[in-house]
């Protein structure tokens, strides 16, 4: 087996947000086929537990602590240098050092970086000659803090929109020095390729998948919900703010809409880490924070709508594929469904603004659930979001004479491929 060198941002494990989910199948995916030598962040300390699991999968790991006060202060460094926060706060001279001493140690000659920030540890050679350098971006991080500027107030504005236009800069030095980037989605890919024209030819995406095994509705998994309670629910990070926007913009402009004509309804906000903005939204009678759980797969289930009414959002939102897993309805915002194959109407609901929110979520409460939608919903899952499919074009882009085996193409055009669906 060949060595490679991957880098996540963050420790791969336990998948349970969105840049740990792609991060960790990644890494079990790379590990049945490399020597795979990972190196990465550990910021939560309840997550040093796992560290012991992702060593067994690797040929040689180092995980650092990153203590996020620190890394931020850190990062202002770069308002003097002229460079993306981003850049700097993921900066680290120990994993620099643990990164040139694996790669002279032993025979590397293709590497990933996953994220944007993590493109600075790459070299284009190492002792033995060239490095192949594939960069998973997943999303434009530079188009979410130009988001992050329009829903701000001054100065935190005028800092997001500087730091979108440096970490911009970054993405694109990066996209010509890299061999390959990819992205999490079409729309996303298409994005950066007008973002960095000049580097077009070498900008591809492979979709996220679903477990659709683990997700699936089960007959005899109790409801976590009490009885005669028509319940919406949302999940996801709730330290994370297009999650807490999103949840505060409902509890603001949708809930008391309806609560007038639906008394019994509740909104569960179920996720990790939930703010002090988030907790005080629990204090309302019709709302219900749960904090971490120790299984979605209830709540998602035996909601009578799962929403995601996000304003800001960027890639692919697993909280949207793992629902429609479920068989659950999703009643979401065009950003949230951003990048997903699924069809409003017929697998997904789509509502614009909050009186679409209220007009669909009526129409369910008042005619009960349209179990086709949820069925459709399951079955788009289950044909477009295989974890080892879609992964198999990130495979292409690591090795591109193995694309020639993978889509029956010229290694030449290995790039290209990965720009239409295979």
């Known amino acids: 087996m060949r060595d490679l060198?991957?880098?996540?941002?963050?420790?791969?494990?336990?998948?349970?947000?969105?840049?740990?989910?792609?991060?960790?199948?990644?890494?079990?995916?790379?590990?049945?086929?490399?020597?795979?030598?990972?190196?990465?962040f550990v910021d939560d300390a309840a997550d040093w537990q796992y560290v012991a699991q992702l060593q067994a999968l690797c040929a040689s790991s180092r995980f650092i602590a990153l203590r996020p006060?620190?890394?931020?202060?850190?990062?202002?460094?770069?308002?003097?240098?002229?460079?993306?926060?981003?850049?700097?706060?993921?900066?680290?001279?120990?994993?620099?050092?643990?990164?040139?001493?694996?790669?002279?140690?032993?025979?590397?000659?293709?590497?990933?970086?996953?994220?944007?920030?993590?493109?600075?540890?790459?070299?284009?050679?190492t002792a033995r000659g060239p490095l192949r350098r594939v960069l998973d971006l997943v999303d434009v991080d530079?188009?979410?803090?130009?988001?992050?500027?329009?829903?701000?107030?001054?100065?935190?504005?005028?800092?997001?929109?500087?730091?979108?236009?440096?970490?911009l800069r970054f993405e694109r030095a990066a996209a010509c020095q890299f061999d390959a980037l990819a992205l999490v989605s079409r729309p996303e890919a298409e994005l950066f390729q007008g973002r960095a024209p000049e580097s077009r030819h070498k900008i591809g995406f492979f979709h996220n998948g679903v477990d659709a095994a683990y997700f699936r509705p089960d007959p005899d998994r109790p409801s976590p919900y009490p009885a005669h309670q028509s319940t919406l629910v949302f999940t996801g990070a709730m330290d994370y703010w297009p999650n807490i926007?999103?949840?505060?913009?409902?509890?603001?402009?949708?809930?008391?809409?309806?609560?007038?004509?639906?008394?019994?309804?509740?909104?569960?906000?179920?996720?990790?880490?939930?703010?002090r903005a988030v907790l005080a939204l629990g204090r309302q009678a019709?709302?219900?924070?749960?904090?971490?759980?120790?299984?979605?797969?209830?709540?998602?289930?035996?909601?009578?709508?799962?929403v995601a009414p996000l304003r800001i959002a960027r890639g692919v939102q697993n909280k949207v594929l793992e629902a429609m897993a479920m068989q659950q309805t999703v009643l979401a915002t065009p950003q949230a469904l951003e990048g997903i194959a699924a069809h409003h109407g017929s697998e997904v609901l789509c509502a614009h603004d909050a009186a679409a929110f209220v007009r669909e979520i009526s129409g369910l409460l008042d005619y009960g659930k349209r179990p086709a939608l949820g069925q459709a919903a399951r079955q788009r899952i289950v044909h477009d979001y295989s974890w080892d499919r879609n992964l198999a074009r990130l495979q292409a882009l690591l090795d591109p004479v193995a694309a020639v085996h993978v889509y029956g193409n010229s290694a030449e055009d290995a790039i290209g491929v990965l720009e239409s669906p295979p």
């Open 5 to 40: 060198l991957f880098l996540p941002h963050r420790i791969p494990y336990p998948p349970n947000k969105g840049d740990k989910i792609r991060a960790w199948h990644m890494l079990r995916y790379l590990a049945q086929r490399y020597r795979v030598h990972l190196g990465c």
């Open 69 to 125: 006060l620190a890394a931020r202060l850190g990062s202002l460094r770069g308002i003097a240098s002229g460079e993306a926060l981003s850049v700097a706060y993921y900066r680290h001279p120990r994993l620099r050092l643990w990164v040139d001493e694996t790669l002279a140690r032993h025979r590397i000659d293709t590497a990933l970086a996953f994220s944007g920030p993590m493109a600075q540890y790459l070299p284009a050679r």
């Open 142 to 167: 530079s188009e979410k803090w130009a988001a992050y500027a329009d829903s701000r107030a001054w100065p935190w504005s005028a800092l997001y929109r500087r730091e979108a236009r440096q970490l």
């Open 245 to 275: 926007d999103a949840v505060s913009w409902f509890c603001a402009q949708v809930l008391p809409q309806l609560k007038p004509r639906y008394p019994a309804l509740r909104l569960y906000i179920v996720g990790a880490r939930p703010t």
């Open 286 to 306: 019709d709302v219900c924070v749960t904090g971490t759980v120790p299984d979605i797969r209830p709540y998602l289930q035996h909601a009578t709508l799962a």
